[in-house]
C-alpha cells in the first residue's frame, strides 16, 4: 500500500491530517514546507526559526495565510494549533511541546539538529533529521533512545546516503550479495578548497560559501558514506575511500574484487563513491551466488554476471522527505539510523594552522573531512569531525595533517560535545 492511501485513511479516522512541526525555514526547509503542504494526509502545522519573518515567509509562500506569530509563547501556539492554525515560533527545541505528530528537521546546523533529535526523542515524538551530520555524530544514541523509548528517530529519505540503503535493502531481499555501494560525486575532490574561492558560484547556486565548500573540499561526501557505513556495517576499504573516476558503464567491472579484474582487495561488502556520469545518483554492485540466477539475470538483460549494477539515477532532497514521515507515522519504522560505529570522519588541515586558532565548522577555511576506519580513529585519538568546531587548537598542524584530541582544547560546554561523550561510554560498555 502506498503512503497515501494509509495517510488519508488516518486523516479520515483521526479527523486531521499528519500534523507536522519543521526547523529551520531556509531553502531547503522552505522547499520541504511546500512539499509536504501539497502531500494528501498531512500539513505543516509549525514552523521554527531564529528568524521568525523567514518561518512565517516560508508558510505564506505556499498559500498558508492564517499564521500565528507565537515567538516564545507556546500556550498561544497550541490554541491556535488546536483551531487548525498554523503557527511561527523561534525555538525549536520547544516544538515536541506542541500538539504535532512529527517535528523534521532542517537547520543544516549539526549541533541544533542533535538537541532537536534529543528533545523530541526525551519527549516521544517522532523526530526526522535532514542533517545527515549530526547524525555521524551521535546516530547511534539517539537511535537506540528512540527505538527504547518508542519513538521514531529517522534520517529522511532523498539524500544518497537512505537511498544507497534502499538498494542494499532491495538486494538482500533477492537474496543477491551486495559488493560495494556508495554514490557519485558530480566533481572531484579539492580538499583545500576554502569559502573565499568560492563566492561566486556560491552567488550563482544561492547557497551559503561554507555549505558549497563543504561539497566541494569532500567534506560532505565522506559524512554521507560514513553515515551508510554505520548503518549497514558495511566498512570502507580504505581511508577517504578510492574515489575513483568511473562512469556508470564500467561500476559493475570496476567496483569488483581484484581477482575478477576491479579494484577492491576484498570480496566486500565496502562502501565507495565515484566521479564520473553516476551522480546524481547512486548504486550498488551485487553478486550472484546461483548458476541458476546468474543465467535468469543475463538473460533478464541485467548485465553479464555473476556481477550487476543496480541504480537510482536520482536522489531528489526534500521532495521525497515525506515519505520517511509516512513511513514514521504509519508504519512506525525509521528509513534510515546509524547502528554501529563502523566508520569516523575526522579533521584534517588545509593549510598551516598556528597554536591558539579556535577553530570554526565544517566547510570553513580550517579543515576537510576524511573518513576512516573506527579502529584507526581510536587508535590515534583522532577528534570526530563534529566536534572540532569552536575547539582550540593547543599544537602548529601543517596541511592535510589529522587533528587529534591531544591537539585540541574542545569545548565541553557544546550539547554535542556531552551527547558524544555519553555515546562513547555507552559504546565502550557495549550496552548500545
Not at 597554536?355 to 573531512?369: A, F, I, N, R
Amino acid at each position: 500500500m502506498g503512503y497515501t492511501k494509509g495517510l488519508l485513511e488516518r486523516e479520515q479516522e483521526l479527523g486531521h491530517p499528519v500534523r507536522v512541526g519543521v526547523v529551520g525555514a531556509g531553502q531547503m526547509g522552505s522547499g520541504l514546507i511546500a512539499q509536504i503542504c501539497r502531500t494528501p494526509g498531512m500539513t505543516v502545522v509549525a514552523v521554527a526559526d531564529i528568524v521568525e519573518e523567514k518561518a512565517l515567509n516560508a508558510l505564506s509562500n505556499v498559500g498558508v495565510t492564517d499564521v500565528v506569530s507565537a515567538g516564545v509563547d507556546l500556550d498561544a501556539a497550541r490554541a491556535a494549533i488546536d483551531e487548525g492554525r498554523a503557527v511561527a515560533i523561534t525555538d525549536g527545541l520547544k516544538l515536541p511541546q506542541l500538539p504535532v505528530d512529527i517535528v523534521l528537521e532542517v537547520s543544516g546546523v549539526p549541533e541544533i539538529a542533535a538537541q532537536i533529535a534529543y528533545a523530541c526523542i526525551s519527549q516521544q515524538t517522532d523526530v526526522a533529521l535532514m542533517t545527515v551530520e549530526a547524525d555521524i555524530t551521535v546516530g547511534v544514541l539517539l537511535s537506540s533512545m528512540a527505538n527504547a523509548g518508542g519513538s521514531v528517530y529517522t534520517v529522511c529519505r532523498g539524500d544518497e546516503p537512505v537511498e544507497c540503503l534502499k538498494l542494499v535493502e532491495y538486494a538482500e531481499d533477492l537474496g543477491l550479495k551486495v559488493v560495494c555501494v556508495g554514490k557519485g560525486k558530480n566533481n572531484p575532490n579539492k580538499p583545500h578548497s576554502k569559502p573565499g574561492e568560492n563566492l561566486a558560484e556560491a552567488e550563482r547556486k544561492g547557497m551559503n560559501p561554507r555549505m558549497l565548500t563543504e561539497f566541494t573540499d569532500g567534506t560532505k561526501t565522506q559524512l554521507e558514506m560514513t553515515a551508510l557505513s554505520n548503518a549497514t556495517g558495511f566498512p570502507i576499504e580504505v581511508a577517504g575511500m578510492h574515489g575513483i573516476e568511473c562512469n556508470l558503464a564500467d561500476l559493475a567491472t570496476t567496483l569488483i574484487p581484484k581477482a575478477d579484474g576491479g579494484i577492491l582487495e576484498g570480496e566486500g561488502p565496502v562502501v565507495e563513491y565515484v566521479t564520473g556520469d553516476v551522480a546524481p545518483g547512486v548504486f550498488a554492485i551485487v553478486k550472484s551466488e546461483s548458476d541458476v540466477v546468474t543465467h535468469e539475470l543475463d538473460y533478464l538483460k541485467l548485465g553479464k554476471g555473476p556481477y550487476y549494477l543496480l541504480s537510482r539515477p536520482w536522489h531528489i532532497a526534500s521532495i521525497e522527505a515525506p515519505l520517511s514521515i509516512g513511513e514514521a507515522v504509519l508504519n512506525r519504522r525509521s528509513d534510515f539510523q546509524s547502528h554501529t560505529v563502523t566508520t569516523e570522519v575526522v579533521a584534517r588541515a588545509k593549510s598551516e594552522l598556528e597554536p591558539g586558532l579556535v577553530l570554526e565548522g565544517m566547510g570553513s577555511d580550517h579543515y576537510y573531512g576524511w573518513a576512516v576506519p573506527v579502529e584507526e580513529a581510536r587508535e590515534k585519538n583522532l577528534i570526530p569531525i563534529g566536534l572540532v568546531n569552536k575547539s582550540k587548537l593547543r599544537v602548529s598542524k601543517s596541511a592535510d595533517e589529522f587533528l587529534s584530541y591531544d591537539d585540541l582544547e574542545v569545548d565541553e560546554t557544546r550539547p554535542l560535545v556531552a551527547m558524544r561523550r555519553l555515546q562513547d561510554a555507552l559504546v565502550k560498555a557495549g550496552t548500545i
